[in-house]
């Protein structure tokens, strides 16, 4: 097995008995006590899950997701206290694959960490969606190979960057992405003072996708994080 996994949790005695209890599945393990280590760590090349504490100290775990998502798209699996519906829905928006609420149930962990590592090797990606031909999403149908975009059946006519930024959403449905991410993916740059050309942008798809733009049933501002496409 050998796979390698990274365990972040600001609570030194809680890593220890995660990494023992995976260390017994066969996995290997990286620890980080804070959201700035983790960013660091996430970088190893035979990193294959990250399992992420929330509160920590120096970077919060999901300003540590939304980060790590820029660079990697392996599985992340959320670790916190907080185990509120509204929780579980931010931190999966924000790029992570699952949410465990603590106290966990160790063989439940290890199931988790399972399922999502033989989705991530199986598909090659952790995220399935990029994989497919077609995204169907409510009214919006998504053709990735062809990258066209029909709305309640007929084509829409998007400019080279619409297109970009509509593949990036579509193609990872729920999830939130930061304007700054955005710019990055999608105008190959480094992002500085970019809130403003990314969101004429988003007017422009909206404009062209929603029945009100202002309105807007699929393409949303989550306001102070980034814009998604909303589940359907």
Known sequence: ??????????????????????????????????????????????????????????????????????????????LSAKSEDTDKVLGLSMGADDYIAKPFNPQ??????????????????????????????????????????????????????ELKIVDLLMRNVGRIFPAEEIYRRVWGEEPYATENTVMVHIRRIREKIELNPKEPEYLKVVWGIGYKIEKH
């Open 108 to 161: 439940e962990l290890v199931a988790r960490v399972r399922s999502h590592l033989r989705r991530y090797t199986q598909l090659g990606d952790v995220n399935a969606v990029s994989q497919a031909q077609e995204v169907v999403n409510g009214r919006l149908r998504y053709q990735v190979e062809d990258r066209t975009l029909f709305v309640d059946g007929e084509p829409v006519r998007l400019t080279a960057t």
């Open 1 to 78: 097995m050998n796979e390698c996994i990274l365990v972040v949790d600001d609570d030194a005695e809680i890593v220890k008995a995660i990494a023992i209890l995976l260390e017994k599945e066969g996995y290997r393990v990286l620890k980080a006590y804070n959201g700035m280590e983790a960013l660091d760590l996430a970088l190893e090349p035979s990193l294959r899950l990250i399992l992420m504490d929330v509160m920590m100290p120096r970077l919060d775990g999901l300003s540590a997701v939304l980060k790590i998502r820029e660079k990697r798209n392996l599985p992340i699996l959320i």
